[in-house]
């Protein structure tokens, strides 16, 4: 029995260690944040002079039923906890990200035996992130405090330099679609007013304006003053132009009195809440009394829009979806995710409330045009012409995403110094290549022979200039059809197919050779060793590249500029 404990409290001991040692040489699918121990610091009480007294046995792990992208914290300070080991024999660049946050609301600290250092973050669209530079066997602690006024969404991911380039444009690429969006719907509804010089284009393109700046705001992209400012500001303004809108298209001044009283009353109760609460500073009070005043106004338009539909008001049926779409998704990100952490949080119930902007705009817009046919037939010319400059924008912001996902495809499987390909793009080729099940194809692995000499004796520019003009040698060395592409360091690796053993040592041969004579920077002589394996015989991709690198340490370690084979 006794020994039966021991072994637990071992086991136990070793899977807490686990929890929070993110080692970089394992791949693990895990989510980051599965990694983090949290302290609620209720009070705010820890900063960087006494990190050193936070109490690590209140430190805890998040609960199985939260564990998705994130979770909400209603804390003054929340403190997450973990260690990066690097237990490669190279220094290796992570980059820590965290999303949807000002980088005035979370810091990260180093910890070492020297003490505690801050470190600083970079900010990148809506997102910030931290880099972090581990030297090669080493083990860092590190400590990051959230500093927020309410619940955070725990988005955090730790990533090489190419991912996060790739997330960061992907990030740019969808906010600036949606502000795009939004913004030819706002320009759209100006002319409108201008044209047809009916207040409830105004009041919607003002409706769009609100939203379109909420949702930046909200997200970190753009935010001109105090986000707890701009959210109540913009809140209440599109309640006050939603309303305004549904006055105007429903009629409601002379079919539902009542209600139009109501909903004025209800505005002017919030603008005089905001007014004082601000004044007075009732901060502690805004979110919830601002969250009734939007249900019940939201509740009372959709009461009116029903009434409206079952009387016949043409429109009213698309006006009602519109109104759905926005209520339901706002609801479901702000209210469910943010604001309750109620709801799991992910990459739709996160931005649906903007899908649900976008829906209103559309179905709004369907119920004004129904409505408008009979009024304006007059001018259906001069908005058609408008359209087609509309439709004319739209393509030319499609080609130009779908240029730009071209070059970013090409970016990420390019090696940026050599033009060719990359590590990731020579795993997938080295995997296609397996799954063919051919045998005619043949793996070469090439390394410069004494290249650090080259970077120690003459800088790391000529050692750049070294291997962009290698790479140059080997495209012209081999056929289009071999693929060559950049190891890491001073390694290259080339896939090609030959007939047989001689074919294969001929052109390695040549390449051999090729560079041999060729003259570099400083009138420099260069060689090269080279392993050459075989895909026959071979039971995974692994050993297919051990055993072309094994062949290539053989050529180094027998006097190098020679090629050896591993059959």
């Keep these: 029995m006794k020994l039966f404990l021991i072994i637990f409290i071992f086991f136990t001991f070793q899977l807490n260690a686990d929890t929070f040692n993110i080692n970089l040489q394992e791949k693990s699918s895990r989510p980051f944040y599965t990694y983090l121990e949290f302290f609620k610091d209720i009070n705010g009480t820890y900063g960087e002079r006494n990190l050193q007294e936070l109490p690590q046995g209140k430190f805890f792990k998040l609960k199985r039923e939260c564990q998705h992208l994130g979770m909400g914290f209603q804390v003054k300070t929340l403190w997450a906890h973990f260690n990066l080991i690097n237990n490669s024999s190279i220094q290796q660049t992570k980059i820590l990200w965290f999303k949807n946050i000002t980088n005035e609301n979370i810091f990260l600290f180093e910890k070492s035996t020297s003490g505690i250092k801050k470190i600083d973050n970079i900010k990148s669209i809506n997102d910030f992130y931290f880099e972090l530079n581990l030297e090669p066997n080493t083990k860092k602690e590190y400590y990051v405090k959230f ?40 320009v759209l509804y100006f002319a409108f007013f201008i044209g047809f010089k009916q207040k409830m284009y105004l009041y919607f393109g003002l409706y769009s304006v609100s939203h379109l700046i909420f949702w930046l705001a909200m997200y970190g992209v753009y935010r001109p003053f105090d986000f707890s400012l701009i959210k109540v500001l913009t809140l209440a303004s599109s309640s006050l132009f939603m309303a305004l809108v549904s006055f105007d298209f429903l009629n409601m001044r002379k079919d539902m009195k009542r209600l139009y009283r109501t909903i004025s009353g209800v505005l002017i109760l919030l603008f005089g809440y905001y007014i004082f609460s601000y004044y007075l500073q009732l901060s502690v009070f805004q979110p919830m009394v601002f969250a009734i005043f939007y249900l019940i106004t939201y509740l009372l338009i959709l009461t009116a829009i029903i009434r409206a539909v079952i009387n016949g008001h043409t429109g009213a049926i698309y006006y009602l979806f519109a109104i759905l ?17 109620t709801i799991q949080a992910n990459n739709f119930t996160m931005y649906i409330g903007m899908l649900g902007v976008i829906f209103d705009v559309i179905f709004a817009s369907l119920a004004f045009i129904i409505v408008s046919k009979n009024i304006y037939k007059n001018q259906q010319d001069k908005l058609e012409e408008y359209s087609k400059s509309l439709e004319s924008k739209v393509d030319n912001r499609t080609r130009k995403i779908k240029e730009q996902n071209i070059l970013l495809r090409k ?37 410069i022979d004494f290249f650090k000499r080259v970077n ?47 074919e294969i040592l001929a052109i390695a041969d040549r390449i051999r050779k090729n560079i041999e004579i060729d003259i570099f920077d400083h009138n420099l002589k260069i060689t090269i060793s080279l392993g050459i394996s075989h895909i026959n015989s071979i039971n995974s991709i692994n050993e297919w590249i051990q055993k072309c690198d094994e062949a290539l340490y053989q050529a180094k370690n027998t006097g190098r500029n020679k090629i050896v084979f591993q059959s």
């Design 411 to 447: 970016l990420s499987a390019t090696d940026t110094l050599t033009q060719l390909d990359n590590r990731l793009e020579l795993d997938r080729i080295l995997e296609e290549y397996y799954n063919s099940k051919e045998n005619n194809i043949y793996l070469m692995m090439i390394d």
């Design 325 to 341: 779409g926005y209520f339901v998704g706002y609801n479901i990100t702000i209210g469910g995710v943010y604001a309750s952490a």
């Design 147 to 186: 500093k927020v006024n309410g619940p955070y969404i725990i988005d955090t991911k730790l990533m090489t330099i190419d991912e996060s380039n790739i997330l960061n444009y992907k990030s740019g690429l969808f906010f600036a679609s949606f502000t795009t969006f939004m913004f030819i719907v706002i």
């Design 456 to 502: 120690d004796n003459y800088g790391h520019l000529t050692g750049d200039s070294v291997l962009k003009q290698v790479a140059k040698i080997l495209r012209k060395s081999l056929n289009e059809k071999d693929t060559i592409g950049r190891w890491g360091g001073e390694e290259f690796l080339i896939i090609l197919k030959a007939k047989d053993k001689n």
